[in-house]
């Protein structure tokens, strides 16, 4: 499998759970009530940060899930030594080339400064048309 297809697969089964587990965005009143997921009796929403919504009761399950997800996740970046691949779309994904900027990127790999740096150094001349 190549590292595309994986991601594409990954990113499947990683939307798949947000559904399974009833989380939604809204970002006003009008998209919360648009997008709310049903409760059962007695249950109410906890937000997730950045907009993101979820049942209170389904909370530590869709943790066990996510954590599940990422740890088969990130064996199998290692186990293909995809490293670089990965890293490289975070800084694709995020636009990273043409701000300049890799904090966010920082937040969201399990990769130190060093390793996204020469990433970043290598293809920049290359992203950068």
Wanted: net charge negative; hydrophobic share 30%; proline share 2%.
């Amino acid at each position: 499998m190549a590292y595309e297809e994986f991601k594409k697969e990954s990113t499947k089964k990683y939307n798949q759970i947000f559904k399974d587990y009833g989380i939604f965005w809204a970002f006003d009143n009008k998209q919360f009530e648009e997008n709310k997921t049903p409760l059962e009796e007695g249950d109410k929403y906890v937000r997730l940060g950045g907009g993101g919504f979820m049942p209170k009761s389904k909370l530590q399950s869709f943790r066990n899930a996510e954590k599940e997800f990422f740890e088969k996740y990130w064996k199998t970046i290692e186990e293909n030594n995809w490293k670089e691949l990965e890293i490289l779309y975070e800084l694709r994904n995020h636009e990273c080339f043409y701000g300049g900027d890799i904090e966010y990127i920082l937040e969201i790999l399990p990769y130190d400064e060093a390793e996204i740096m020469e990433v970043y150094s290598k293809h920049r001349k290359t992203e950068i048309k």
